[in-house]
């Protein structure tokens, strides 16, 4: 029987996003010991499997914290605690907070210690002194554009990326982006997103109407394209098409708010602010159609959410999006920045039948259940825990 | 009082943010074309940081700034509250008279009082709000210390600030106001909340056209040549109303057709990611050039050295950037946005192409870079010839005097 894993994750902060959230209380079904560092916003209700060894972020917390594991190192591992405390020198962070950060895991010393975002991926290379494999997430602005957009942390990830024992890629695409900063490519694996489908309540047909009803949800942020929707809408509108837009998390960006204004579109986009995420599924489950504008993505989770409730897909063609949508056969791909292919999937979709468009939403969910099922996904990152731990 | 000739000092009180930086040439020129006409200016600061170096020769008085544990906040509104009503008790008054007439609040109304407490002492015959937001909540203290009130709105101000905040010139817009716009447009959309025409005072923006003008001449020898590569520029804040994504994949469309060109941006913000990433996926990068904030001097420079001159924004009061660029000679290509119109005169100092439209731009890039050479210098000299005689500091200083007259 194979030993079982002591499994670090990092993400900074405790809890951390859904999807990350997902992986642990997964990793803690298998029967793997999974430890939480970081900031301790607040502690979900975690399974006994899972350790939470975060810190509250007031300074009195913080000092007994250190106390703590600086006594513990210092009276049973002192020659480790030399050795990090001189790393940490050498790297200009010998200051009392990145001793808050280290020293629990230093005491806890787990198999692997797996780090979510990669722009503090060189704050965690000490670990492999110790014996312990370093696994890094490929995801989201970390990859995607802040190493374009800034020269250091390209530096960064060409200085760091040869180390690091194993990547978890959301997908292939992403993990090719790392390859070009130095990701050994038998080192990087594509563990896909996935989803609790057993939740995800499939809404009743929607009901009929002359206004096709478009939807969008994330974060206000340049990265989602959301400028290139709103000018999509005006084609639509300039073209007589009844239809209505939700941008759910839209809210507040002056921006978008302008745009909807400049363009006319008052009586047609409504700019939402951010929702829960039963209201968010809610809201897909009633939209005709879902449209994710991004410039850039690993693979949206929205999207996978809204195949997994029976909504239709306008995606860009960016990142992994093509992974998980085959045009006209599960979805709908589009070039990134093109309003006029926005507006004219749309219409696309607006003149199919609805046997073919049932079509679609039956291969949608089929993709989701065969590739984005949280089992799946479990079980892809147990294989990397476990390739890289045997190594 | 405000008719006919000056016959005694006229006192200006000017609302501002902050002090005008040493680059802010719009209200620095202000100040001192109205001094020069013998008014006297006085200098509100309601947010800025008294650690900024004001060498402005003027009085400058800054708001008091309530912050603190609420202990202190509290201390603090007291002494105001009460230096207010020993200080000034008729005005103070009269400001809390007319907040109650409005209908406000107990609160709000002592509120505003504490708020606007720094200005009360002193007798002015103008209150002049550089800019719209910042007569947002302070729309009684002219009447309440006998002055006249004015307002001027950017741009900024007028388009976007109702969106984030509606309703916010509710008030505004019923209290007797005299209005200073940078373009008619802007006047037009003024009139539509029911201002009378007469209340607002179109004063373009002006550019130092002793400083920005074709010292060497090299515009006259300027010719577009098509196998050159074309210098495009564009000064802006990196701000997404300036629309430098749709420049961009504008360029990106030059650059498919075949034009060889380099792209140069001079100016920071807050869009930098943003930009460089559109740049590097669009495959552009090395044709686009980030030169970040310069001084007027490189700014100039990079205006010698450019063929067309791009400003494609989204959102845009009048842009003096583009006024820089005409009166060196540059030929431009601006957007339709607000007072860019008035700026470029289509066909006849530049060219104007409808906003948020990059397949347009590209297309009207090509065509002013093949433009015959007559034509161009034709463009080029009616564009410097305007900005010299229209847009000039001592013209606009002529019109601000005429403003408060």
């Known amino acids: 029987m194979e030993r079982p894993l002591k499994i670090a994750i990092y993400s900074g902060e405790i809890p951390s996003t859904t999807f990350i959230e997902r992986l ?19 502690a979900p209700k975690y399974p006994e499997s899972v350790r939470v060894l975060g810190y509250c972020s007031s300074r009195f917390y913080k000092f007994m914290y250190l106390l703590r594991y600086s006594l513990l190192l210092g009276l049973f591992r002192n020659q480790d605690k030399r050795r990090l405390d001189a790393f940490l020198r050498a790297y200009g962070r ?21 780090v979510q975002w990669a722009k503090g991926l060189e704050d965690w290379l000490w670990v492999q002194d110790f014996g312990i494999k370093l696994v890094l997430s490929l995801r989201g602005a970390h990859i995607n554009y802040s190493p374009i957009a800034d020269p250091e942390v390209a530096a960064m990830y060409r200085r760091c990326f040869p180390k690091v024992d194993g990547f978890h890629a959301v997908s292939k695409a992403i993990g090719l982006e790392a390859e070009q900063y ?114 850039k993505e690993g693979i949206a989770n929205v999207v996978l959410e809204a195949m997994a409730l029976g909504t239709l897909v306008v995606s860009t063609n960016c990142g992994g999006m093509a992974e998980v949508i085959r045009d006209g056969e599960n979805g709908f791909l589009v070039p990134i920045r093109d309003s006029q292919a926005i507006a004219e999937a749309v219409m696309r979709v607006q003149s199919l039948p609805e046997s073919k468009l049932e079509a679609i939403r039956a291969k949608a969910q089929a993709t989701i259940t065969a590739q984005h099922d949280e089992a799946i996904m479990v079980k892809g990152m147990l294989a990397l825990y476990r390739e890289v731990s045997s190594e | 009082m405000g008719t006919g ?7 200006i ?9 040493y680059s802010e040439t719009f209200f620095r020129n202000k100040i001192e074309g109205l001094q020069a006409q013998g008014f006297e200016v006085v200098l509100f600061i309601v947010e800025g940081s008294k650690k900024e170096p004001i060498d402005i020769r003027c009085d400058v008085v800054s708001a008091p700034k309530f912050k603190g544990s609420a202990l202190q906040v509290f201390v603090q509104s007291v002494f105001v509250f009460f230096k207010a009503l020993l200080a000034s008790p008729r005005v103070s008054f009269r400001h809390f008279q007319l907040d109650i007439g409005k209908g406000f609040p107990l609160g709000q109304c002592i509120k505003r009082l504490l708020q606007n407490a720094f200005m009360f002492g002193y007798p002015l015959d103008w209150l002049h709000f550089g800019f719209g937001m910042l007569a947002v909540g302070r729309e009684h203290v002219a009447e309440a210390i006998g002055a006249q009130m004015a307002v001027s709105f950017r741009g900024f101000d007028l388009y ?21 716009v940078l373009s008619y447009e802007m006047k037009q959309d003024l009139m539509v909340h029911g201002i009378p025409e007469s209340a607002i005072y179109v004063i373009s923006p002006a550019i ?25 520029v564009t000064v802006a804040r990196l701000h997404w109303k300036k629309g430098l994504e749709y420049s961009l994949e504008a360029m990106t469309i030059l650059k498919k057709q075949g034009v060889p060109f380099h792209y140069t941006i001079v100016g920071d913000g807050p869009e930098y990611e943003r930009l460089v990433f559109a740049a590097q996926q669009l495959g552009i990068r090395e044709q686009v050039t ?34 820089e660029a005409q009166a060196m000679g540059v030929l431009c290509v601006v957007s339709d946005a607000e007072g860019l119109s008035e700026n470029v005169l289509h066909k006849d100092t530049g060219w104007v192409v409808p906003k948020r439209q990059p397949l347009l731009l590209a297309g009207q890039i090509q065509l002013v870079a093949n433009l015959d050479p007559l034509v161009a210098k034709e463009i080029r000299c009616a564009a410097i010839d305007r900005v010299q005689r229209g847009f000039n500091l001592e013209e606009q200083q002529r019109a601000f005097v005429g403003f408060y007259l």
């Open chain 1, 24 to 42: 642990i209380q997964g990793l803690s079904r298998e029967g793997v010991a999974v430890l939480l560092f970081g900031v301790l916003k607040h």
């Open chain 1, 94 to 114: 010998s200051d009392l907070y990145s001793k808050v950060k280290c020293y629990p895991v230093l005491w806890q010393r787990p198999d692997v210690f797996h």
């Open chain 1, 182 to 295: 130095g990701a050994r490519p038998e080192r990087v694996h594509v563990v896909y997103s996935g989803l609790d489908l057993k939740s995800v309540d499939t809404p009743i047909s929607s009901e009929d109407s002359k206004i096709l009803r478009l939807i969008s949800v994330g974060r206000s942020h340049w990265i989602k394209g959301y400028s290139y929707t709103l000018d999509a809408c005006k084609l639509l509108k300039d073209s007589g098409m009844g239809f209505k837009y939700l941008i759910v998390g839209g809210a507040n960006m002056i921006e978008y708010q302008y745009q909807v204004h400049d363009l006319g579109l008052e009586l047609e986009v409504e700019l939402l602010e951010g929702q829960s995420y039963e209201a968010v599924q809610h809201l897909i489950g009633r939209a005709d159609l879902l449209l994710l504008p991004s410039v």
């Open chain 2, 5 to 11: 000739p000056i016959k005694q000092i006229q006192r």
């Open chain 2, 13 to 21: 009180g000017l609302v501002l943010s902050a002090a005008p930086g």
């Open chain 2, 160 to 180: 976007l600030s109702p969106l984030k905040h509606p309703d916010c010139y509710a008030l505004l817009f019923i209290t007797k106001v005299r209005y200073h």
């Open chain 2, 208 to 232: 130092d056209v002793q400083f920005f003008k074709d010292s060497t001449g090299s515009f006259e020898s300027k010719t577009l040549v098509a196998s050159k590569v074309l210098q495009i």
């Open chain 2, 290 to 323: 980030f030169a970040g904030s310069l001084s007027p001097d490189l700014v100039k420079e990079h205006l010698e050295a450019a063929d067309v001159y791009v400003q494609y924004s989204i959102q845009e009061g009048f842009c003096n950037a583009v006024l």
